[in-house]
C-alpha cells in the first residue's frame, strides 16, 4: 500500500470551460444528481493535458478508515466579487487507518454519494455537470489515481461500478490518461466476471420449513368459501353483473353485520369511556355516566388506553363474580377465580394450552362435540393434542348420551391420555340446550374418569325453547355437593359477542376457572401475562354486559325493551328457520332450542348417489353407499349431508320459497 499522500485540487474557474456545452450555467438550477450525468451524452469540456477528472460541485472524496469504502465530503463554498465560485476539494487517503479524521459537515456514506462516485469511477467526462479539477503533481496524481480505482473496484463500490457499466455510461473514447474513458467501467467489468453477483438467497420460511402443526390447522368458519364470497363482493362493488345484487355472509355468527341493532346503553356508556369530554355533555343519561367513571377510575391515567392487569381490570372481574352469583341463584363466585379474556376464544385456547402435555400414548386427549365448532378442532391441531370425538344424539335433539362418552375415552385411551371433556350449551352449530339431568350425568362422568371440563357457554342468553332452560355447569356442579364442586377442575366461558349484545368486534369476554391448584394458578396467570392484557375496551363492554341497568334506573326501560326485542325476533327466527327447511322434501331440521344456527339433515336422492358412484367409484373395498359429510361429522352416512346454517337477521333473507314449496327430488 503506497505511503499518505496529500492532492491539493483547486477549483478551476476559467470562463471556457466554466460555458462549456454541457456544463450548468449560473443560476440555472441544475443540480449534480444521477439523471444529469445521464443528460448531456454528447457535451465534454475541453483539456489542455492537465489531469481534469468531472466532479460533482462542493464535493471532495475521502477514501475512509475502512479499506474499500469512500466517502463524499462536503466544503464549504466561497463566493467572490465577481461571483465566481471557489472551493477546495481535498483528497485525502487513509485506506487502513483507524480513526481518521474528517469535517464534521460531511457524507460519509458511499450510497449518498452516488452522484460522484458514478463520474469518478467510470472515468466519466462527458455526464458530470461539475467544474473540472486541476492536479499539480503527475506522479501524485498517477498514485491517488491508482489507489481509487482499487478502491472502487471493492465492496459496494463495485457494485456501484457494475450498475453504471450496465447502464451502458461512457462513449470509448480516449482519455487524458492513454486509455479510454470507461477504463474504469471495463475494470469492474471484469471484476464481476471473477466475482459475480451472489443469486438471491433462498427464504427462511417455507410450506416445508413451516410449523407444521399450523399447516394442519383447518378453520372452515374463514376457509375457501368466505375467501370466494370476498371475491364475489369485489366483483360486484365493480359492476361486474351477477344474477343477484349481494353476498350474504352466513359462515358465522355476527348478528350485527346481518343487522341486528346494537344496545343503546352500552353504546354509550364504551363512548363516554372513549370520550370522557362527553361526561359534560346533557346527551347522555346519569346511569351511563356513573359506569362510566367508575371504569375510568379503575384504568391507569383514566384512560381505556392503558394497560390493564394481566387478569383484567379488578373492578370488572368484581362485576363478572356478582353477576355470577346472581345468575346462580346465590352461588358465590370469587373474583380471584375470574380472567377476562379477548373473547371465548381467547379463553379457550389458553386452557387447552396449559392441559396439553405428553407424547405418544400419553399425549393428551381433548373430547369434542360432533358437530362442533371449528375452533376446538383448530387449537387442538395447532398444539398437537389428540382430537377425540364423541358424537350428539341426533335423534334424541342432539342430546348429550354419557354412554357415548364412555365409547370414546374406552377407545381414546388405546392410543392418548384423555384428560379433557368440552361441552358446548346451548350448542353450536346444533342448537340443542342440555337438560339439567344431562349436565348432572356429564359432570359424574367427569369426576369417575379424572377429566378436566371445559364450558362453553357464550349461548347462555339464546335459549328460545319454552320447555328449555339454561342450566350453567358451575351451578349444578355446586349443588351436586362438596365431593363434586370440590373436586371438579372446570372452567366455563362467556363473550360479549352472541346473547342480545352482538358485540363481537369489542372481542371481550371472561372464563371462571375454579378448583384449580395453587400452583397451575400462578402458571396460569404468567402465561395470560405474555400477552400483556386483554383489550380495555373489549373488557368494558364485558362490564355492561354483566352489570346492566337496573329497575329504578333511567335507562333500564329502554334496555329492557332493546334486550326483549333482539331476543323476541332470534326466537321467531329460529322458528321460522326450522318451519323452513321441513317443508322440504328431502330435509329434516331438528328444534332449534336456542344459540343461532341449524344443522339440519340433507337425505340425498338415490339417483343422485348412483350418478356420484358412476363418476367417482369407491376403491379398496369400501361400501358402495358414499356419503357428503358435514362440519365435523367424520363417521360415514349414507346418503346424507348435514350443513351448518347461520340464521339471517332479516326476515327477507328466509322468505322466496314457492307457494306450493320446492319441486320434490327424484
Not at 483539456?47 to 475521502?62: D, E, I, K, N, Q
Not at 371440563?453 to 342468553?461: G, T
Request: glycine content about 10%; hydrophobic content about 35%.
Amino acid at each position: 500500500m503506497p505511503s499518505k499522500e496529500t492532492l491539493q485540487i483547486a477549483l478551476n474557474s476559467q470562463k471556457a470551460e466554466r460555458t462549456a456545452p454541457g456544463w450548468p450555467q449560473p443560476n440555472s438550477g441544475r443540480s449534480p444528481t444521477l439523471s444529469t450525468l445521464s443528460e448531456d451524452k454528447e457535451a465534454a469540456p475541453s483539456h489542455s493535458g492537465s489531469f481534469r477528472r468531472p466532479f460533482p460541485p462542493l464535493v471532495r472524496p475521502r477514501i475512509g478508515p475502512a479499506q474499500g469504502t469512500l466517502g463524499l465530503v462536503v466544503d464549504p463554498v466561497r463566493h467572490t466579487s465577481s461571483g465566481s465560485r471557489l472551493g477546495n476539494y481535498k483528497a485525502q487517503e487513509s485506506v487502513g487507518r483507524p480513526g481518521a479524521d474528517s469535517p464534521a459537515v460531511g457524507v460519509r456514506s458511499l450510497g449518498a454519494g452516488l452522484c460522484g462516485l458514478g463520474a469518478l469511477r467510470c472515468g466519466c467526462w462527458c455526464r458530470s455537470p461539475g467544474p473540472v479539477l486541476s492536479a499539480r503533481a503527475s506522479g501524485a496524481r498517477r498514485g491517488v489515481a491508482r489507489r481509487w480505482r482499487q478502491v472502487f473496484l471493492g465492496g459496494r463500490a463495485m457494485q456501484r461500478a457494475a450498475a453504471l457499466v450496465r447502464l451502458g455510461c461512457c462513449p470509448r473514447t480516449p482519455g487524458p490518461w492513454g486509455r479510454s474513458q470507461s477504463s474504469a467501467a471495463a475494470e469492474a467489468s471484469a471484476v464481476l466476471k471473477v466475482r459475480p453477483e451472489r443469486s438471491r438467497r433462498e427464504r427462511i420460511l417455507t410450506l416445508e420449513s413451516m410449523n407444521p402443526q399450523v399447516k394442519a390447522v383447518e378453520y372452515a368458519v374463514r376457509g375457501p368459501i368466505v375467501l370466494k364470497a370476498g371475491e364475489i363482493e369485489l366483483e360486484l362493488q365493480r359492476g361486474i353483473k351477477k344474477p343477484f345484487t349481494e353476498v350474504i355472509r352466513a359462515n358465522i355468527g355476527d348478528a350485527q353485520a346481518m343487522g341486528q341493532q346494537p344496545i343503546t346503553f352500552l353504546r354509550q356508556v364504551m363512548a363516554l369511556c372513549t370520550y370522557p369530554n362527553l361526561l359534560d355533555s346533557p346527551s347522555f343519561p346519569e346511569d351511563a355516566k356513573k359506569r362510566a367513571r367508575r371504569l375510568l377510575q379503575a384504568c391507569g391515567g383514566n384512560s381505556l388506553g392503558s394497560y390493564s392487569a394481566s387478569q383484567g381490570v379488578n373492578c370488572i372481574r368484581e362485576d363478572v363474580a356478582a353477576y355470577i352469583t346472581r345468575r346462580d341463584g346465590g352461588v358465590p363466585a370469587d373474583p380471584d377465580n375470574i380472567y377476562l379474556t379477548t373473547g371465548a376464544s381467547d379463553g379457550i385456547s389458553t386452557i387447552l394450552k396449559i392441559l396439553v402435555s405428553g407424547g405418544g400414548k400419553s399425549r393428551t386427549g381433548v373430547m369434542i362435540p360432533i358437530p362442533q365448532y371449528p375452533l376446538y378442532s383448530a387449537v387442538i391441531s395447532e398444539l398437537d393434542a389428540i382430537q377425540v370425538n364423541y358424537y350428539l344424539d341426533e335423534e334424541n335433539c342432539w342430546a348429550l348420551n354419557v354412554n357415548e362418552l364412555r365409547r370414546a375415552v374406552q377407545e381414546a385411551k388405546d392410543h392418548c391420555d384423555p384428560k379433557v371433556l368440552c361441552i358446548i350449551n346451548p350448542g353450536n352449530p346444533t342448537g340443542q340446550v342440555q337438560s339439567r339431568k344431562c349436565i348432572e350425568d356429564v359432570i359424574h362422568f367427569a369426576w369417575e374418569e379424572k377429566l378436566f371440563l371445559m364450558a362453553d357457554e357464550v349461548y347462555q342468553d339464546n335459549v328460545y325453547s319454552p320447555d328449555c332452560k339454561f342450566h350453567s355447569f358451575k351451578k349444578v356442579l355446586y349443588e351436586m355437593g362438596p365431593e363434586y364442586s370440590s373436586n371438579v377442575e372446570l372452567a366455563s366461558f362467556h363473550s360479549t359477542s352472541k346473547g342480545y349484545m352482538g358485540e363481537c368486534g369489542y372481542r371481550g369476554g371472561y372464563m371462571e376457572v375454579i378448583n384449580l391448584h395453587p400452583e397451575i394458578k400462578g402458571q396460569l396467570v404468567k402465561l395470560l401475562s405474555v400477552r400483556l392484557c386483554p383489550p380495555v375496551s373489549g373488557q368494558a363492554a364485558m362490564d355492561i354486559v354483566v352489570n346492566p341497568p337496573v329497575p329504578g334506573e333511567e335507562s333500564f326501560e329502554l334496555f329492557h325493551r332493546e334486550k326483549e326485542s333482539v331476543l323476541g325476533n332470534l326466537a321467531k327466527k329460529a322458528k321460522l328457520t326450522e318451519d323452513l327447511f321441513n317443508q322440504v322434501p328431502g330435509i329434516h331440521c331438528n328444534p332449534l332450542q336456542g344459540a343461532m344456527y341449524a344443522f339440519p339433515r340433507i337425505f340425498i336422492p338415490s339417483k343422485a348417489v348412483e350418478a356420484a358412484q358412476n363418476d367417482h367409484p369407491p376403491s379398496g373395498g369400501e361400501a358402495e353407499n358414499s356419503s357428503t359429510e358435514g362440519e365435523g361429522l367424520s363417521h360415514k352416512v349414507s346418503g346424507e349431508v348435514r350443513m351448518r346454517i347461520v340464521r339471517a337477521q332479516r326476515e327477507t333473507q328466509l322468505s322466496g320459497l314457492p307457494p306450493d314449496g320446492p319441486p320434490t327430488p327424484d
